[in-house]
Each structure stands twice: as C-alpha cells, then as structure tokens.
C-alpha cells in the first residue's frame, strides 16, 4: 500500500507538472484549454498503453478476468489513476462539469484503486480504460473544433459521427461482452463485479444523453437543409421570371 501511495503521487505529479508547463507554453491559452490538451494526451498513451496490454501482452480480458495484476498492468492503472485525481481536483476547483461526468471520475478512481489495492483484476480494468478512453480523443477534438469556430462544418460532423459509432461499439456493444463475462467468470470478486456493472451503467447514461443529441442534431441539420432548399428554389425562379 505505502508503494502505492508513492507511485500514485508521482503519477499525480507528472500531470500536473505536464499542466503547468502547458499553462506556461501556451499562455495565450485559457486553463480549460490546457487542461484538455493534458486529457488529449492522457487518452492517446492510455489507449496505446492498454491495447498493447490487452492484445499483445496478454492475457485476454475475456477469458482471464480476476487474474493477478501484472506489471505493466499496474503502470497503466497508476498513470490513469494519477490523472483522473488531477483531473477530479481541476474539474471540481472550476466547475466545469456536471454530477454525471463527476461520477464518472469518483467510478473511475474507486475501481483503480481496488483493482491495485485487491492485486487482482487489473486486465479487465485496463480493457475499461482502453474503452473509455478510445473515444477521448474525438471528445476532445469536439470541444477544440468549437473553440476555434469549426464545429458546424464537415470536420464537426465528422467528428461527432465517429464518436457516436465508437461509443456505441466499444462501450455498449463490446462493453456489453465484458460484463457478461466478468459476472460469468467465479474468479473476480464480488465487489469488482459491482464495480462493472456501475461503470456499465453509467455507460448507458451517457448514450442516452449522446442518443437525444445525435437526434436533436440530425433534425436541426434537416430543418436547416430544406429551408435552404426553399431559398434555392425560391432564388431560381426569381431568375427565370427575370
């Protein structure tokens, strides 16, 4: 536990000495622009990390759930586990976001820490991080799209498109897998199996909320679409009758 502590403070160190020297290099730039950049890169090494975890080094988290944590395993859960307690803190000092992405934090936190305290259940817990970060990225390309003006173009649609794919596949569809085969499984513990389902859970909140988005969305853009078509036709005939 004392190693721990040390690995995770370390960890929560680096981020935000990442953060500052962010802040610093590009002062021009607001915090929340900064802090998006450290969870941009957060996401990106995360991903990277736990895809080798998970299809390179082994073992497989849908067969081998509530195996012993391996070392690489425990790398990549106190790196993550070091930026969503800067994050937490950040998120919390600005308020800049709601109870459901807070709760999604708290999980986030609560789960890593069991699986590194437990020394148990570290793949399927990376193979969660791998999920809820893989979509991070275009999360927040969403978010610098409409800082810089260029949300309501190809490039926003685009983005907003993919995200919506990928968190359907990877955190309903394949996230749906992995709980099954987590609860099936009699090695992990009770209170991991808890865990999943919360964080399933909450899966299901956020694509109802981003469901009702890609709705209002695709309505708005169809709205706006026939009323050009009307302007269009409108501004042809005018033409002819010239």
């Not at 990928?166 to 808890?194: D, N, Q, T």
Request: aromatic share 12%.
């Amino acid at each position: 536990m004392p190693l721990m502590i040390v690995e995770t403070s370390c960890s929560l160190i680096g981020w935000l000495f990442l953060y500052v020297l962010l802040c610093h290099l590009n002062s021009e730039r607001d915090c929340e622009w900064n802090c998006r950049l450290v969870t941009l890169l957060h996401g990106i090494l995360i991903v990277c990390v736990t895809a080798y975890i998970g299809f390179i080094a082994g073992p497989w988290p849908f067969t081998h759930p509530g195996t012993e944590n391996t070392s690489l395993q425990i790398l990549a859960l106190v790196l993550s586990l070091g930026y969503f307690l800067f994050d937490m803190a950040w998120c919390v000092y600005f308020r800049t976001e709601g109870p459901v992405m807070l709760a999604h934090h708290t999980m986030s936190i609560l789960g890593i820490v069991l699986a590194l305290g437990l020394g148990e259940s570290g793949i399927e817990t990376c193979a969660v991080l791998f999920g809820s970060e893989i979509t991070n990225p275009l999360l927040q390309a969403r978010w610098f799209l409409k800082r810089i003006g260029r949300y309501d173009s190809l490039a926003g649609d685009v983005v907003d498109l993919l995200f919506i794919l990928l968190f359907a596949f990877v955190r309903i569809g394949v996230g749906s897998r992995m709980l099954y085969c987590e609860l099936a499984s009699p090695k992990p513990s009770l209170i991991v199996k808890v865990g999943g389902v919360a964080i399933y859970t909450l899966s299901w909140i956020f694509m109802i909320d981003i469901a009702r988005f890609a709705c209002k969305k695709t309505r708005d853009k169809y709205r706006r679409w026939k009323e050009q078509h009307k302007l269009d036709d409108t501004n042809g005939h005018a033409v002819k009758v010239k």
